[in-house]
């Protein structure tokens, strides 16, 4: 069972076409983050976001949090060619009675293909 | 800057080898971690470090030791490789508390791993 369900998996677009990307879980998280992974490369991170109903903006790519923190989307506007990756969503769970490790739990990801 | 650096970033193995994946950083980070990356399943953590001498298990340690004897180094270690373990592996590394931790990790480019 994943903790982070991506959706959709993949996705095929055309250049100037707009898109969002969910990611969504049961589960209360203290933060947030996107990351974006080129092939060959590493993920680099994005965003990340801290309360809940908290927006923020990247150029043409804007990231929401979920009023309850369980929840986030991507929404690219326009989606040129070079936006092509693969864009993981990672998060870390509220921890009660703990101390916060800051292990990251990464959802599955979503490939994003965009044509010229 | 160098950032993370993993060695090698390709191996073929035959079952039962062992071998040792490198992982190092030069950004003075305390928190130290792997991860395996497979098709469908987004990045899970293997095993993670928040500080020299400290190590701990993620979501899927099994087959797979990892020592942290300074601040820079973590290698993950196969003892008896097994064709499960053919996936791409990522090191990452960040500051661990204090007012300079963003929580972003940052990520090696990754080593590719084939285990016939």
């Known amino acids: 069972t994943q903790l982070l369900e991506q959706s959709p998996q993949f996705l095929s677009i055309q250049e100037g076409e707009n898109l969002t990307v969910y990611c969504n879980s049961s589960?209360?998280?203290?933060?947030l983050q996107w990351y974006r992974q080129e092939p060959g490369e590493g993920p680099v991170l994005l965003v990340t976001v801290v309360t809940g109903g908290e927006v923020k903006k990247l150029k043409r790519l804007t990231f929401q949090f979920g009023d309850a923190r369980k929840d986030s989307s991507l929404h690219i506007t326009a989606a040129q060619p070079g936006d092509t990756g693969l864009y993981l969503c990672a998060a870390r769970r509220v921890l009660h009675g703990s101390s916060n490790t800051g292990k990251l739990i990464f959802g599955q990801g979503t490939t994003l293909q965009v044509k010229p | 800057n160098a950032g993370v650096t993993q060695t090698p970033k390709f191996q073929v193995l035959k079952t039962g080898q062992s071998m040792t994946l490198q992982c190092a950083q030069d950004m003075n980070h305390e928190y130290m971690s792997w991860y395996r990356q497979d098709p469908g399943m987004g990045l899970r953590l293997i095993h993670y470090s928040v500080g020299a001498g400290i190590t701990d298990q993620g979501e899927v340690p099994n087959g797979y030791n990892v020592s942290r004897s300074t601040t820079e180094d973590f290698p993950l270690r196969l003892l008896s490789a097994a064709p499960s373990q053919t996936s791409v592996y990522f090191c990452?590394?960040?500051?661990?508390?204090?007012?300079?931790?963003?929580?972003?990790?940052?990520f090696g480019e990754g080593s590719r791993l084939t285990v016939l």
């Open positions: 990452a590394s960040r500051p661990s508390g204090g007012p300079g931790d963003t929580g972003e990790l940052f």
């Open positions: 589960s209360v998280f203290s933060s």
